[in-house]
């Protein structure tokens, strides 16, 4: 095989699986290699698997000789990205090793039989919906850190993605949980035209730590989100990301979130940031908690710790209900402010053995935020 390729085409490709290929084991692991194949004289296909996740990518090239080649993605992108010219050539030798030339630099490199990696066969007629591709690439991040990584409950270990079709477009929700806090985030599209009623399939955390790689960079382009065979799948461009589903039942999220309230809190949400912040450095893993106290007008955020002191703070807030004082984890609060996108926010509290809902007071953006409140020391 002999192909020449823009060091910078290269290294855009090489980026997008350095996630998926395993770092861990040995070179000579062929999941912790990428297979390259030609598919015209002016293109190459890239696969990378781990079986969990499997993404495959093409683009341009200039193949003087076709065939195939399975290299280290790992040894191969930190090699690409320190070269200095634009123009990469790649040669197979005789006895397999994989000659590389950038200017005047030459490497030679190992590779792996490409007849020993992994077949991977997929089709492209899934049922697909076409989306922003920001949008979704947001949805994720904000969804993560709400995933459970406790291995006995794998049901957790991901976010539910479910779509429905609505009258004039269709709808998007996704659900994350670690047992103590819980996201949802809902976002409707219209005018798009579901090829199913609904689907849902839980997407492990792996899965959503790709997409997020996959789009970061996709700008305004639109990426498609489809079901296959156990499988969803993620396209944008000329990359398909195809993840594997946890064949498991996602909790009845719905009854977990409060609807009724012995208090309600309106409050702008860099004021509780900031409060917040200032009672925490004397809080670590071990005393999490930081204590609300609700009052008609204001809202005190205090924090403590035996062995380094204590700190309180107030800010003007509207709260409606009887006087009450309420503990969460610090930074389970702070991670579900940063992902509402409002400059106001709703707390609704039943006191402390009950969970709290979390949300933007404006309601137009719908997410919302359960928290499990903790024992106040």
């Known amino acids: 095989m002999k192909f020449s390729v823009d060091r910078g085409v290269m290294m855009q ?30 293109a190459l296909r890239m696969k990378c698997t781990d079986y969990d996740v499997v993404l495959i990518s093409s683009f341009p090239a200039a193949v003087e000789k076709p065939g195939a080649i399975a290299i280290n993605a790992r040894s191969f992108y930190d090699s690409i990205r320190l070269w200095q010219d634009n123009l990469v050539e790649v040669e197979t030798s005789a006895g397999g090793n994989i000659n590389c030339r950038c200017g005047r630099t030459n490497a030679v490199l190992n590779s792996f039989p490409a007849e020993d990696f992994p077949r991977i066969e997929k089709d492209d007629d899934e049922p697909r919906v076409s989306l922003p591709a920001a949008i979704v690439s947001d ?21 539910l993605l479910r779509l429905n079709r609505i009258e004039g477009g269709v709808v998007m929700t996704t659900v994350a949980t670690d047992g103590h806090r819980m996201a949802i985030l809902e976002r409707e599209f219209d005018g798009l035209e579901l090829p199913f ?28 989100i489809g079901f296959s065979m156990g499988e969803v799948v993620i396209r944008c461009g000329d990359t398909a990301l195809f993840i594997r589903q946890i064949d498991e039942e996602f909790p009845n999220y719905s009854g977990v979130v409060p609807n009724n309230f012995k208090g309600k809190l309106r409050v702008g949400k860099s004021d509780l940031v900031n409060a917040v912040r200032i009672a925490s450095p004397v809080l670590d893993n071990h005393s999490p908690v930081v204590k609300l106290a609700f009052k008609a007008e204001t809202l ?28 969460y ?24 053995d ?23 020391p």
């Not at 980026?15 to 999941?31: C, E, M, R, Y």
């Not at 997407?203 to 789009?215: A, N, Q, Y």
């Not at 389970?332 to 106001?344: V, W």
Request: proline share 4%; hydrophobic share 40%; glycine share 8%.
């Open 300 to 327: 005190q955020i205090s924090s403590s710790r035996a062995d380094f002191g204590n700190v309180d703070t107030e800010i003007m807030a509207e709260y409606e209900g009887d006087p009450l004082s309420v503990g």
């Open 139 to 159: 949805i994720a991040g904000r969804m993560s850190p709400f995933m459970s990584d406790d291995p006995a409950r794998m049901n957790l270990n991901g976010i």
């Open 13 to 42: 490709a090489l980026s997008k699986v350095q996630g998926i290929a395993d770092k861990k084991g040995s070179v000579g692991n062929v999941l912790s290699h990428i297979l390259l194949e030609s598919i015209s004289n002016e």
């Open 197 to 224: 009623e609904s689907q849902q399939a839980i997407i492990h955390r792996k899965g959503v730590l790709e997409v997020r790689r996959l789009l970061e960079d996709a700008g305004k382009d639109n990426a498609s």
């Open 354 to 376: 009950s969970p709290s809902l979390l949300r933007p007071d404006d309601t137009a953006e719908k997410s919302l935020f359960v928290i499990m409140p903790m024992d106040i």
């Open 329 to 352: 984890n610090f930074r389970f609060l702070l991670e579900s402010l940063s992902k509402i996108d409002s400059d106001t926010i709703f707390l609704g509290v039943n006191g402390t």
